[in-house]
């Protein structure tokens, strides 16, 4: 089957601009989440989606970030407007349910200068 | 919200080396996975073990329920074993918590 994608693989920007990261999951797998993970951490949940609802948002920080999965498919998360502290690798996983395994891609990572 | 705590936090290995990594984990869990980060940032999924035993190829893994640990076994370790293990549980429906990792890196 094929994997998660994720789109794009890098991206630098500059501190207050804008941007926008794309996650198409496995097919049939209804639970999507996007994981943060900062260099030297574990990754850290940003966001639950099961279909197209938001199942846990808690750790999202609402005055910057975005995110949102139309259809129950593909998903799109933003940053507005971006800080140096989001510098970080943005991870998308998928899964049948929560209490199953989950798929990550291959995340994009992102530089604000 | 659950606590997951790795050790060790760093390890070196000489190739050809048996290694035991620990995941401790602070309350009941129906989902835990170990991953595999390589060095290019890739989640790579080990095994699926909120239970029992499993084992694949150099790889076993084993999760003590009732206790709230698991243990990562790597044997006859090679240097593309390097990278950062990571522990990761669930309860419920919540989303998959993780550790701090384990840094491993296999020496030639």
């Known amino acids: 089957e094929a994997g998660v994608a994720q789109s794009p693989r890098y991206k630098i920007i500059e501190k207050r601009q804008s941007v926008a990261f794309w996650c198409n999951p496995i097919s049939g797998h209804a639970t999507l989440y996007w994981y943060q993970q900062i260099l030297g951490q574990g990754p850290k949940l940003l966001i639950q989606f099961q279909n197209n609802g938001v199942v846990d948002d808690s750790q999202l920080p609402k005055d910057r970030f975005s995110a949102e999965r139309l259809k129950g498919v593909d998903s799109t998360l933003k940053i507005q407007p971006a800080k140096l502290e989001d510098s970080a690798v943005y991870l998308c996983?998928?899964?049948?349910?929560?209490?199953?395994?989950?798929?990550f891609g291959s995340g994009t990572r992102l530089t604000v200068v | 919200g659950i606590q997951v705590e790795q050790s060790p936090p760093d390890l070196i290995l000489q190739e050809g080396a048996n290694s035991t990594l620990r995941c401790n984990f602070s309350?009941?869990?129906?989902?835990l996975q170990w991953f595999h980060q390589n060095p290019w940032g890739q989640l790579i999924n080990l095994f699926y073990?909120?239970?029992g035993t499993k084992q694949n190829g150099r790889l076993s893994a084993t999760t003590v329920a009732t206790e709230r640990y698991s243990l990562l076994y790597i044997s006859s370790s090679q240097t593309t074993d390097s990278g950062v293990y990571f522990c990761?549980?669930?309860?419920?429906?919540?989303?998959?918590?993780f550790g701090k990792g384990t840094r491993l890196s296999v020496i030639a």
């Open positions: 990761a549980v669930g309860s419920g429906n919540t989303p998959l918590v």
């Open positions: 996983a998928s899964s049948l349910d929560a209490a199953y395994g989950y798929t």
């Open positions: 073990i909120p239970s």
């Open positions: 309350d009941s869990v129906n989902n």
